[in-house]
Structures are given as structure tokens and as C-alpha cells.
């Protein structure tokens, strides 16, 4: 793991700071609209936007191979996610598990194209062309806590497709064409 721009705060930041257990909500899936919405800008210490951070968590933890899940993707148009590439064999740099709000990527580098999957178009998996290095700020939520993380490789894919979704994007926005999207493969 590389530790050279690891985040301290978002690095010691961890999903019992919010003091409530999420629930488990439902993963919308496309063509639903709120998918395809911008996300509104959220409050951090709104109640509200806190218990959704920990839902994101608790939902984004019972699901199978997912690293991120954005308040979209559980039908709230929020700009707001959870992440954990913790373990992924593709991960370089690794904060753990963190949700932020209101993020938005100041600095990227290096587009690298990759296949990308989403629990919200379960059944294509699309080659998408993206930043291999990327610094982000948001806000910690429950926090007034503003954070920048610098990463790179599936780390920095992975927040570029979460913030995608709080945008109203879909990796299948992104793809270069019907050329670049495929069946995705299961595994008995």
C-alpha cells in the first residue's frame, strides 16, 4: 500500500464517528431518473445526511465486490458517497473506508482506460477512460471537516466513478461507444 499521500484525517476517519448503524437500502437501478439527476450539495451535519452516510456504509458492506456507492444509487439525489477499495487487488494507495460530501476533483493526471462495473447497471460491465492520478477535496460528513486526498490507480478510478453518479453520470455515459460495452461475466 502506498503510504506517500494518505490523508491522515480521511485516513483515521472511520463509520462509527457517525454514531448511528446504517440500515441496508435498496441499489436503484438504470434507466431510474434520480441516476440520471445532479446531485444536490448536502449540509454534512444534517441528521439526515448522516444517517444516509451510514446507510451508504451498511449497504455499500453486504454488497459483493463493491467498492463505492453514491446517495444516487439508493435513489437520493445528494452529492454524497462511501468508498473502500481496501483489498482489491487493482488498489495501490488506500484511505479505507471513508463517505464524503460535496466532492469535487481539483487536480487529475495520467487517463488510463479500464473496465468498470456498477450495481446500478448490473448486467454490463464498459471500458472507460479515466485520471490514474487525481486530488480531490470534500467534507467528512457529520463533520465540518474538509479533506484533500491525492491517489492513483483504482482508488482514483473508483472516486471518479462516484462522483460521476453524484453528477447524474453512469460509466455508460463514459464509454467510447456501444463497441466498448460488454456482458458482464458471472461467476458460479
Known amino acids: 500500500m502506498n503510504t506517500a499521500h494518505l490523508n491522515q484525517t480521511l485516513a483515521s476517519w472511520s463509520p462509527a464517528q457517525l454514531g448511528i ?4 437500502l435498496e441499489v436503484v437501478r438504470a434507466p431510474h431518473p434520480v441516476l440520471a439527476t445532479e446531485g444536490a450539495t448536502v449540509d454534512p451535519l444534517d ?82 477512460k479515466r485520471a490514474t492520478r487525481l486530488t480531490v477535496t470534500g467534507v467528512l460528513p457529520g463533520t465540518t471537516d474538509s479533506v484533500t486526498l ?3 490507480a483504482f482508488e482514483a478510478r473508483a472516486l471518479q466513478h462516484e462522483i460521476d453518479h453524484c453528477t447524474g453520470l453512469l460509466f455508460l455515459d463514459r464509454v467510447a461507444g456501444a463497441h466498448a460495452v460488454y456482458p458482464r461475466k458471472t461467476y458460479l
Open 21 to 24: 448503524t446504517g440500515d441496508v
Open 47 to 128: 441528521p439526515v445526511m448522516v444517517t444516509l452516510a451510514a446507510d451508504l456504509v451498511a449497504t455499500m458492506r453486504v454488497s459483493p465486490g463493491c467498492v463505492g456507492l453514491a446517495a444516487p444509487q439508493v435513489g437520493v439525489a445528494a452529492q454524497m458517497f462511501a468508498l473502500d477499495v481496501t483489498g482489491h487487488p487493482k488498489t495501490r494507495t488506500c484511505h479505507g473506508v471513508f463517505v464524503l460530501c460535496n466532492a469535487v476533483i481539483v487536480e487529475s493526471s495520467r487517463q488510463e482506460k479500464a473496465r468498470e462495473g456498477c450495481m446500478s447497471v448490473p448486467d454490463l460491465t464498459g471500458d472507460v
Open 150 to 152: 491525492t491517489t492513483d
